[in-house]
């Protein structure tokens, strides 16, 4: 009995035995697919090679000696005379305006004149009064001329009459000089044009009262006109090779004019902090009108400089550089570069780069050293 239930417990163990390696056998046969796709999602998920970035570049021309500095300014009148009255008033009338040509003498306006009338009647009066009381003493003086050997009259009474006559005369010189000055006076009511020209600002009008040396009208004497420009660089345009200067409208570069550097001006704007360049024309053409925007081309002599878009350029640290593309595995290159001087378009390389140089030229602030690249064609 004993022998027959131990017989029963070993069957029941060694079934429950291969029953629980059955169930391992199977649970291991189900994560076995599970497991297989994880490790294909994993390689799938590895990056790939990030593709080549595709740039525009421009082929770095031969360094040159030569130079330019392109500005731009306008034509402005190579005199322009502010004229004013010389004393307060009220504006009568004005005779002229804006682009009217004038000429010398001519009435450009008017002041109230009524008070430098009077003065002048006024003055005119003392001078007849002095003229006939000079006339009297000089008479009286040469009666006591008469007299005087005959003894009729003293000595005393002579010099008093020559005392007489010296201050009447004084007194006709004093009045001559206040009729000048009333004449002077009623004269600068009238403003007159001092030369030929053209009016190119009016400030005033009829009916306005006017301080003396208050501008009233600015006047452009002459035909000469003159290309101003406003600049930030002044020791720039004193540098130039042949000290020639090409003015071309900016509306029509085929309107053209030479012209020389005629003044620097010493201190620079204050509100603007630039520098004025007045270069006078050589026979300009009547298109380069006053007011006209042109373009002045500065042509520049010194060090031989390698000139490049102003937005190839980026930095290495603090340091001026640019992106070269290496053509054998078309790769990039940082290169640090020296300046030589810069505008708002161009940027003009001394050193760091060569001839034939590859340099990019767009998006290179995205760029990095050593990045695989496309080099597509330069531009133009």
Known sequence: MNDTLTDYARQAIHHLAASHRLRALSFLLILLPVALALVACHDKEKPSAAPARPVRFVIASAPSSASVVVQTGEIRAHDDVTLSFRQDGRLLSRAVDVGDRVHAGQL?????????????????????????????????????????????????????????????LSRRQSSESSLKTAQDTLAWTRLNAPDDGVITTVNASAGQVVSSGQSVMTLAASNG???????????????????QVTVSLLSNPAVQATGHLRDISPQADAQTRTWRVRVTLDNPPDALALGASVQ?????????????????????????????????????????????????????????????????????????????VIAQEPNP
């Open 108 to 168: 450009l306006a008017t002041q109230e004149s009524d008070t430098s009338q009077n003065q002048l009647t006024s003055a005119r009066a003392d001078l007849d009064s002095a003229r006939a009381a000079e006339r009297v003493a000089a008479l009286n003086l040469h009666r006591m001329k008469l007299l005087m050997p005959q003894g009729a009259i003293s000595r005393a009474q002579f010099d008093t009459a020559q005392s007489d006559w010296q201050a009447a």
């Open 225 to 243: 006109r003159d290309a101003v420009f406003n600049v930030a660089t002044p020791h720039t345009f004193a540098q130039s090779s042949t000290g």
């Open 296 to 372: 002045g081309t500065w042509p520049q002599s010194g060090q031989t400089m390698i000139a490049l878009p102003a937005s190839a350029l980026t930095r290495n640290g603090d340091k001026p550089a640019v992106f070269v593309v290496d053509k054998p595995n078309q790769r990039l290159q940082l290169r640090e570069v020296t300046l030589g001087r810069f505008t708002t378009e161009d940027i003009y390389v001394t050193a760091g780069i060569r001839a034939g140089d590859a340099v990019v030229t767009a998006g290179v602030s995205k760029l990095r050293q050593g990045e695989k």
